[in-house]
């Protein structure tokens, strides 16, 4: 079977599926690809979340959400992969929360 999508064309075939009115611009059509692959593909659709998360391209929550997983079973293909977890929170929201938790205690 020949591919419907070839590397030469990619390009013109990316301006004619938008000028077809398939797509408003060539990145919803890529987008929609991408889609329709991580659909069809589930454990490429857990690697490549188990990668973005590595790579600390996004967060946690949103890495469940791409792998189609349940977070804790993220959360073991993340030990099964030694790919550390870590807290999404930027340094100084976790210093804050740590003070403001400080706070209430002596206010006890």
Do not use: C, W
Not at 26 to 52: F, G, I, Y
Not at 55 to 70: H, M, P, W, Y
Request: glycine content about 4%.
């Amino acid at each position: 079977m020949a591919n419907i999508v070839t590397l030469d064309l990619l390009e013109d075939e990316l301006n004619a599926i938008t000028r077809a009115g398939g797509y408003r611009s060539q990145e919803d059509a890529v987008v929609h690809a991408l889609d329709v692959l991580l659909a069809a593909n589930p454990q490429l659709r857990v690697s490549t979340a188990l990668e973005l998360y590595r790579q600390d391209l996004v967060t946690l929550a949103r890495a469940v959400e791409i792998s189609g997983l349940e977070t804790e079973s993220f959360k073991d293909a993340l030990d099964e992969r030694d790919i550390p977890l870590r807290a999404d929170e930027q340094p100084e929201e976790i210093r804050d929360g740590a003070e403001f938790i400080g706070q209430l205690r002596r206010a006890q």
